[in-house]
Protein backbone atom coordinates (compact mmCIF):
# COMPACT_ATOMS: atom_id res chain seq x y z
CA UNK A 1 0.00 0.00 0.00
CA UNK A 2 3.04 2.03 0.64
CA UNK A 3 4.01 4.23 -2.86
CA UNK A 4 5.83 6.90 -3.61
CA UNK A 5 5.76 8.07 -7.41
CA UNK A 6 8.68 10.06 -8.99
CA UNK A 7 7.87 12.67 -11.67
CA UNK A 8 9.54 15.16 -13.06
CA UNK A 9 13.03 13.91 -14.64
CA UNK A 10 13.84 14.12 -18.17
CA UNK A 11 17.03 15.28 -20.67
CA UNK A 12 18.97 18.31 -20.32
CA UNK A 13 21.90 20.17 -21.20
CA UNK A 14 24.83 20.94 -18.81
CA UNK A 15 23.88 24.04 -16.55
CA UNK A 16 20.52 23.68 -16.75
CA UNK A 17 18.06 22.69 -14.04
CA UNK A 18 15.02 20.52 -13.15
CA UNK A 19 12.79 19.89 -10.11
CA UNK A 20 11.87 16.48 -9.50
CA UNK A 21 8.65 15.39 -7.25
CA UNK A 22 7.63 12.42 -5.19
CA UNK A 23 4.10 11.51 -4.23
CA UNK A 24 3.84 9.84 -1.29
CA UNK A 25 0.56 7.76 -0.18
CA UNK A 26 -0.43 4.44 1.71
CA UNK A 27 1.34 6.09 5.02
CA UNK A 28 1.41 9.26 7.42
CA UNK A 29 3.82 11.15 4.46
CA UNK A 30 4.74 14.00 7.16
CA UNK A 31 5.40 11.93 9.88
CA UNK A 32 8.69 10.57 8.14
CA UNK A 33 12.22 11.68 7.28
CA UNK A 34 12.45 11.40 3.45
CA UNK A 35 15.70 10.92 0.97
CA UNK A 36 16.97 11.45 -2.40
CA UNK A 37 19.23 8.72 -3.64
CA UNK A 38 20.64 7.98 -7.29
CA UNK A 39 21.83 5.07 -9.44
CA UNK A 40 24.24 4.80 -11.91
CA UNK A 41 25.69 1.70 -13.60
CA UNK A 42 29.37 3.14 -12.83
CA UNK A 43 28.43 4.24 -9.33
CA UNK A 44 25.70 2.50 -8.44
CA UNK A 45 23.28 3.58 -5.69
CA UNK A 46 25.08 7.27 -4.15
CA UNK A 47 22.90 9.03 -1.41
CA UNK A 48 21.62 12.68 -2.80
CA UNK A 49 19.83 14.26 -0.09
CA UNK A 50 17.95 13.99 3.42
CA UNK A 51 14.91 15.77 4.98
CA UNK A 52 13.07 15.55 8.06
CA UNK A 53 9.66 15.00 8.76
CA UNK A 54 8.75 18.29 9.31
CA UNK A 55 11.41 20.19 6.70
CA UNK A 56 13.56 21.99 9.16
CA UNK A 57 16.18 20.18 8.61
CA UNK A 58 18.07 18.78 5.35
CA UNK A 59 21.17 17.26 4.77
CA UNK A 60 23.07 16.90 0.81
CA UNK A 61 25.81 14.46 -0.68
CA UNK A 62 29.55 16.84 -1.11
CA UNK A 63 28.59 16.44 -4.70
CA UNK A 64 25.37 18.26 -4.89
CA UNK A 65 25.95 20.35 -1.99
CA UNK A 66 25.05 24.22 -3.15
CA UNK A 67 23.07 23.15 -6.82
CA UNK A 68 20.59 20.75 -4.83
CA UNK A 69 17.62 21.67 -2.53
CA UNK A 70 16.19 19.05 -1.13
CA UNK A 71 12.02 19.96 0.14
CA UNK A 72 9.06 18.87 1.20
CA UNK A 73 4.97 20.31 1.09
CA UNK A 74 3.52 17.88 3.68
CA UNK A 75 0.04 19.17 3.15
CA UNK A 76 0.31 17.29 -0.71
CA UNK A 77 2.36 14.43 0.29
CA UNK A 78 5.45 15.51 -2.10
CA UNK A 79 8.76 16.03 -1.63
CA UNK A 80 10.81 17.53 -3.82
CA UNK A 81 14.75 18.20 -4.84
CA UNK A 82 15.51 20.84 -7.64
CA UNK A 83 18.19 20.74 -8.98
CA UNK A 84 20.49 23.57 -10.82
CA UNK A 85 23.68 24.15 -12.53
CA UNK A 86 23.01 20.29 -13.77
CA UNK A 87 26.39 18.46 -14.43
CA UNK A 88 26.88 15.25 -16.54
CA UNK A 89 27.84 13.16 -13.79
CA UNK A 90 24.83 14.20 -12.04
CA UNK A 91 23.04 11.29 -14.79
CA UNK A 92 21.40 9.22 -12.77
CA UNK A 93 18.15 7.57 -12.33
CA UNK A 94 16.72 9.00 -9.38
CA UNK A 95 14.69 7.83 -6.36
CA UNK A 96 12.86 8.95 -3.30
CA UNK A 97 12.92 6.84 -0.39
CA UNK A 98 11.01 6.92 3.32
CA UNK A 99 13.26 6.41 6.09
CA UNK A 100 13.07 5.65 9.48
CA UNK A 101 15.39 8.02 10.59
CA UNK A 102 16.81 11.73 9.91
CA UNK A 103 20.21 11.21 8.76
CA UNK A 104 22.87 10.88 5.88
CA UNK A 105 23.49 7.55 3.79
CA UNK A 106 21.84 5.04 2.95
CA UNK A 107 20.28 2.23 4.97
CA UNK A 108 18.50 -1.35 4.80
CA UNK A 109 15.42 0.70 6.05
CA UNK A 110 14.74 3.14 3.10
CA UNK A 111 11.99 2.44 1.25
CA UNK A 112 12.50 3.21 -2.47
CA UNK A 113 9.70 4.54 -5.56
CA UNK A 114 9.86 3.63 -8.78
CA UNK A 115 12.69 5.92 -9.75
CA UNK A 116 12.97 8.78 -12.48
CA UNK A 117 15.82 9.21 -14.92
CA UNK A 118 17.71 12.58 -15.34
CA UNK A 119 19.73 12.53 -18.15
CA UNK A 120 22.47 15.90 -18.30
CA UNK A 121 24.19 15.41 -21.56
CA UNK A 122 25.43 18.32 -24.81
Known amino acids: QVQLVESGGGSVQPGNSLRLSCVGS????GSWPMKWVRQTPGKGSE????????????RYNEAVKGRFTISRDNSKNTLYLQMNSLKPEDTAQYFC???????????????WGQGTQVTVSS
Open 26 to 29: GFSF
Open 47 to 58: WVSSINSDGTHT
Open 97 to 111: TKTNTFTSGLNDDDY
